[in-house]
């Protein structure tokens, strides 16, 4: 079931007058916004409250995949198109035929595909790879981006045609710490969430300070942020020392940005989390326990560096780090690693 688009805030309540407007219009979409703000959720609801909300809604990730594999998800082939198509298979378009199709990071998608899909946005039709036969998609196609399209265009790395065939309805998702009023709403909406999910008889319940605390940070990875941190506040219940970072990194925030995003000089104290504990007989000291502590805070400066040199482009950081893409997303969400405001995502 789709999660409700929660908050009290003028701009939550513009986005859903606009949802209100737009869900019966199938008019294509682009929601803007940071990583992690909740442009799904806004997508989603578009969709349940459309005439099509019987029908599929497919999401692809355009930064995901490089090109050719992108241009196969979304327009599917024959068999036998290229080295390893042994079976026809239907792309996202035609999985998508009379639903929505959401178009996720598409200010990524190269230039050579942002023509093939201009040309399914001009004629609702597309051909396979490897067939000559055209295929109709009753598509409504909601995109989502973190990038400011319209500088893109400047740069030539979007195509004026396709901006405006994509961006007839657009939404903007303002990032958390602007719209700090919509904080304890979102706590009390997953606190309930999750205290079900994980069950609620073996969970510590924050306190209203704690709350409160939350509701003070700036959330630089906005509501997916909020989300892994309510989580692990309630299974392992160190609320304490969770505020405490927290506080820190909304300190260090107000630093210097001359550092990689989502990285600290890392001390001998803070690898071990030696606050109220230094005796050399607490398990703090265990070698294991350290190898692991140090193993991520290098490889946490590692990614965050590579990211930030290659402007948070995602395909070319798996090259360099020679990791795979589903590895890289993993690291950045388990070790905290947080875009800049200007990547966004």
């Keep these: 079931m789709a999660r409700p688009l929660i908050g009290v805030s003028e701009n939550i309540v513009k986005v859903r007058e606009v949802i209100n407007h737009v869900a019966n219009t199938g008019l294509n ?26 029908n599929p809604f ?3 990730n355009c930064a995901a995949l490089p090109d050719g594999l992108l241009e196969s998800e979304l327009f599917g082939y024959e068999k036998g198109a290229f080295t390893g198509a042994d079976k026809k298979t239907r792309g996202k378009f035609e999985l998508a035929h009379k639903g929505v199709l959401m178009l996720d990071e598409i200010g990524d998608m190269s230039l ?17 790879l490897g067939s000559e036969k055209e295929v109709n998609a009753d598509t409504w196609v909601i995109a989502a981006t973190n990038h400011d399209l319209e500088q893109n265009i400047q740069d030539g790395k979007f195509r004026e045609d396709l901006y405006y065939r994509l961006n007839i309805i657009k939404i903007y998702l303002k990032p958390l710490r602007e719209r700090p009023e919509d904080i304890p709403h979102l706590i009390d909406y997953y606190l309930k969430e999750y205290s079900l999910l994980y069950n609620a008889n073996n969970l510590v319940q924050p306190s209203n300070r704690v709350i409160s605390e939350l509701a003070s940070y700036t ?6 942020e909020l989300q892994n941190v309510l989580k692990r506040m309630l299974v392992l219940g160190d609320a304490e020392k969770i505020i405490d970072e927290l506080k820190n990194r909304n300190k260090g925030s107000s630093g210097t940005a001359s550092k990689p ?9 803070e690898i071990l989390d030696l606050e109220g504990s230094n005796s050399p007989d607490s398990d703090t000291f265990s070698l294991k326990k350290i190898r692991k502590a140090a193993i991520d805070r290098v ?40 875009p800049p405001q200007k990547y966004g995502e």
């Design 219 to 224: 959330w630089p990875g906005n509501v997916r």
């Design 29 to 54: 979409t682009v929601i803007y916004g940071e990583s992690g703000v909740g442009k799904e959720v806004v997508a989603q609801d578009l969709y349940q409250k459309s005439p099509r909300n019987g």
């Design 299 to 338: 490889e946490k400066e590692i990614i965050a560096y590579v990211l930030d040199k290659t402007d948070w482009n995602r395909s070319k950081a798996t090259k360099i780090l020679k990791i795979s893409y589903k590895t890289l997303l993993y690291k950045i969400s388990d070790l905290g690693i947080t």
């Design 261 to 269: 995003s989502g990285t600290n000089a890392a001390s001998f104290s």
């Design 112 to 128: 050579p595909l942002q023509a093939k899909l201009l040309h399914v946005l001009q004629g609702g039709q597309f051909s396979p």
């Design 58 to 60: 497919i999401k692809v």
